[in-house]
């Protein structure tokens, strides 16, 4: 169901059905074997995507990214040295950030906690330029954030630089790099 509706968020239409149902169906895996950590992880990347969803129809995805945040929560304290975990909370929290920052609100703390979950990502693997890059798009966004309430950006704009340099320098030949660099 997870791979279907992200083939319909692609194209533009409503996954909510297929992610609603791939919620459930994961909440009942769950009950009967909360030990594993790659069932909390599905269920955690389900709640993303509902919330990006939501996102884009300009309603409140608050909801669905705290609950992808406290279900990767639950996968690390499980399985502590996966890195796509950490990935997978820094870009919930992330994209809570960004959520926040389009409703006016200060989105510092998510900017920042998303960062951290992209370091630790990079300390398990740091040979995976989407962690590199994600973490700079952090920065950047953060810095966005930044200078929009008229602050100094210059350091956080450098560190999204030097993320992205480093993306470009482990997988040079994918341009979705080099678009973030540029």
């Known amino acids: 169901r997870i791979n279907w509706a992200g083939h319909r968020l692609s194209r533009g239409q409503d996954p909510g059905d297929l992610l609603d149902a791939a919620v459930a169906d ?25 919330g990006y969803a939501l996102q884009v129809r300009g309603e409140d995805a608050a909801p669905a990214y705290r609950a992808a945040e406290a279900d990767f929560g639950q996968a690390l304290a499980i399985n502590p040295e996966r890195d796509e975990t950490w990935m997978g909370r820094g870009s919930a929290r992330l994209n809570l950030g960004l959520h926040r920052a389009e409703q006016g609100q200060v989105p510092d703390a998510e900017y920042g906690a998303a960062i951290e979950d992209f370091a630790e990502a990079l300390k398990r693997n740091p040979g995976r330029p989407d962690s590199w890059s994600r973490r700079g798009g952090a920065c ?9 309430r ?20 482990i997988h040079g030949r994918r341009p979705d790099l080099w678009k973030e660099l540029g």
């Open 140 to 148: 950047k966004s953060w810095g966005d954030a930044r200078a929009g």
């Open 150 to 169: 008229g602050e100094d950006p210059g350091d956080l704009y450098d560190r999204a630089i030097a993320d992205h340099e480093q993306a470009v320098k």
């Open 26 to 50: 994961l909440g009942e895996a769950l009950a009967r074997n909360p030990k594993r950590d790659e069932t909390w992880l599905r269920r955690a990347s389900a709640h993303t995507n509902r």
